[in-house]
């Protein structure tokens, strides 16, 4: 018999990756769609992050993507 008493113990949250998916699968879609306009992409980005800094989440349609662009 010991004196110690038991450890909390609790379970790891395991990433499922799902974000970084969505972030990575966002950004192939804005190459793409900045691939077919022939212009200044910094202007596509600052709407980027006028829509991440209102605390709108990325789009995950290309159609919405596209609108996000401005395009």
């Known amino acids: 018999m ?3 008493r ?5 379970r790891a949250a395991m990433s499922d990756g799902l974000g970084e998916m969505k972030m ?3 950004f ?8 077919s306009v022939d212009e200044d992409a910094s202007f596509y980005f600052e709407q ?3 829509e991440l800094n209102a ?3 990325l789009p995950t349609e290309k159609r919405e993507v596209a609108r996000l662009l401005g395009v």
Do not use: P, V, W, Y
């Open 2 to 4: 010991s004196n110690q």
């Open 6 to 10: 038991a450890g909390k113990t609790h």
């Open 24 to 26: 990575r699968n966002f």
């Open 28 to 35: 192939r879609d804005c190459k793409e769609i900045l691939e």
């Open 48 to 50: 980027i992050m006028d």
């Open 55 to 57: 605390g709108k989440s």
